[in-house]
């Protein structure tokens, strides 16, 4: 079983900072893609971000150049820098991770549990 923890959310104003976290724990021999995805009130889910484990990166068209992911593979972590936001960010932003349980397991997607990031205007 593996836990993702979120953290980082919370209230901004238009034009500020946050930065997510989310760190994984529990049976983890290995970890692939890393990456954040978000939902806005009646919308569907959409990507964010994802980050391989060689470091490779790709990005939503809405937040290049303004969101940056990376990941501590040491701390089973992975990060979003979110910048300049807009109110159009304000969603509930979710992990999500593709990971190992041991050597030639098949890899299993698990999806925190998400947290809210609100951007006023």
């Known amino acids: 079983q593996v836990q993702l923890v979120e953290s980082g959310g919370g209230l901004v104003q238009a034009g500020g900072s946050l930065r997510l976290s989310c760190a994984a724990s529990?049976?983890?021999?290995?970890?692939?893609?890393m990456g954040w995805y978000r939902q806005a009130p009646g919308k569907q889910r959409e990507l964010v971000a994802t980050?391989?484990?060689?470091?490779?990166?790709n990005y939503a068209d809405p937040v290049k150049g303004r969101f940056t992911i990376s990941r501590d593979n040491a701390k089973n972590t992975v990060y979003l820098q979110m910048n300049s936001l807009k109110p159009e960010d304000t969603a509930v932003y979710y992990c999500?991770?593709?990971?190992?349980?041991?050597?030639?397991?098949?890899?299993?997607?698990?999806w925190g549990q998400g947290i809210l990031v609100t951007v006023s205007s």
């Open positions: 529990g049976n983890i021999f290995t970890i692939d893609a």
């Open positions: 980050i391989t484990s060689g470091g490779s990166t």
């Open positions: 999500n991770l593709d990971h190992r349980r041991w050597y030639g397991d098949r890899y299993l997607e698990v």
